[in-house]
């Protein structure tokens, strides 16, 4: 049963760093990609970026400069790390195949 | 950026009757491998999406034949047959072609 799950802070101060962790069960990260997407509060999705079966990674360009896709393949694990988070960045982060997706952790930009 | 517009913002369906959802494409979504990156998904209520279709027409696992996926390459529908109350939400269509993937701003389907 493929399954994924976000966990993370969910309130994070402005300038300061995002790291939110996805756990995986079901499948291989070395034979699928694992995917972010976020969703702000009422808006509709947008695709922050990718880590592949093989381990690259592709980011949305316009997060590309703050963002980092990482996995641990032995705890099935895939990392996302932004950096000098704004109120914008405020929103749900989904972890997803694309296929399955995962709950979602909400995740608030705010002093 | 590939820019994905659906149509309409908002659609009201008695049960029983059909649906259709539009979505355009700003650039063909037809890769050199003779498929075309086009999906879409519902997302209910509080919940996380559920992908539909995948590849502009083949069904999603699990999902009822009452969806299906048609188009060309920059011009797609999403038709739900014999809408149930179980069928609200906000509709999405995505491409999948080319970095960055991007969505569309979805359709609301409620039930009249």
């Known amino acids: 049963q493929v399954q994924l799950k976000e966990s993370g802070p969910g309130l994070v101060q402005p300038s300061q760093t995002l790291s939110l962790t996805c756990t995986v069960s079901?499948?291989?990260?070395?034979?699928?990609?694992v995917h972010w997407v976020r969703q702000p509060p009422g808006k509709g999705l947008e695709w922050v970026g990718a880590?592949?079966?093989?381990?690259?990674?592709d980011y949305n360009s316009a997060l590309k400069s703050r963002l980092s896709i990482s996995r641990d393949t032995s705890k099935s694990q895939v990392f996302l790390k932004m950096n000098s988070l704004q109120t914008e960045d405020t929103a749900i982060y989904f972890c997803?195949?694309?296929?399955?997706w995962g709950q979602g952790v909400m995740v608030t930009v705010s002093s | 950026d590939i820019v994905m517009t659906q149509a309409p913002l908002s659609v009201s369906v008695t049960p029983g009757e059909s649906a259709s959802i539009s979505c355009r494409s700003s650039k063909s979504l037809l890769h050199s491998n003779g498929i075309t990156y086009v999906y879409w998904y519902l997302q209910k209520p509080g919940k996380s999406p559920q992908l539909l279709i995948y590849?502009?027409?083949n069904l999603a696992s699990g999902v009822p034949d009452r969806f299906s996926g048609s188009g060309s390459e920059t011009d797609f529908t999403l038709k739900i047959s014999r809408v149930e109350a179980e069928d609200v939400g906000i509709y999405y269509c995505g491409q999948l072609l080319e970095n960055p993937f991007t969505f569309g701003s979805g359709t609301k389907l409620e039930i009249k």
């Open positions: 590849r502009m027409s």
């Open positions: 997803t195949r694309l296929s399955y």
């Open positions: 880590i592949w079966s093989g381990g690259s990674t």
């Open positions: 079901g499948f291989s990260l070395t034979s699928n990609s």
